[in-house]
C-alpha cells in the first residue's frame, strides 16, 4: 500500500514558476513509476510527466522544456519543477505511483491532488 500527498501548489502569475512535491509512504517506493498528472475542468485527466523506477522521464509536449519531474527514493518524494507558466497550466495536479508486480498484479495509487492557477 501506499499512500501519496502532494503540496506546493497555488496561484502564481504567467511566466512565474512553481515546484509541487509528493510525499509517499509505504514500501517497495524505489519499485513504482512516480507520474504527475493534471485535471483541468471539463477536461479528462491528462499525463503531464512521468520517471520510472530507472530514471528514465517522458513528459507531454505541452510542457517539454518547461517542467522537470525528479524523484528522491531515499526521501520517498518527488517533485514536478514548472517554469514558465502559462494559463493553460492551470488544474488540479495529481501525483501517481505504479507498478507491475511479479505476478503480473498492477500497483496504482493516487493524491488527492493540489490546484495550480496560473493567472494574472
Known amino acids: 500500500q501506499v499512500q501519496l500527498v502532494e503540496s506546493g501548489g497555488g496561484l502564481v502569475q504567467p511566466g512565474g514558476s512553481l515546484r509541487l512535491s509528493c510525499a509517499a509512504s509505504?514500501?517497495?517506493?524505489?519499485?513504482?513509476?512516480m507520474g504527475w498528472y493534471r485535471q483541468a475542468p471539463g477536461k479528462q485527466r491528462e499525463l503531464v510527466a512521468r520517471i520510472t523506477s530507472g530514471g528514465s522521464t517522458n513528459y507531454a509536449d505541452s510542457v517539454k522544456g518547461r517542467f522537470t519531474i525528479a524523484r528522491d527514493n531515499a526521501k520517498k518524494m518527488v517533485y514536478l519543477q514548472m517554469n514558465s507558466l502559462k494559463p493553460e497550466d492551470t488544474a488540479v495536479y495529481y501525483c501517481n505511483a505504479d507498478r507491475t508486480g511479479p505476478l503480473g498484479t498492477a500497483y496504482d495509487y493516487w493524491g488527492q491532488g493540489t490546484q495550480v492557477t496560473v493567472s494574472s
Open positions: 509505504g514500501v517497495f517506493f524505489s519499485m513504482y513509476a
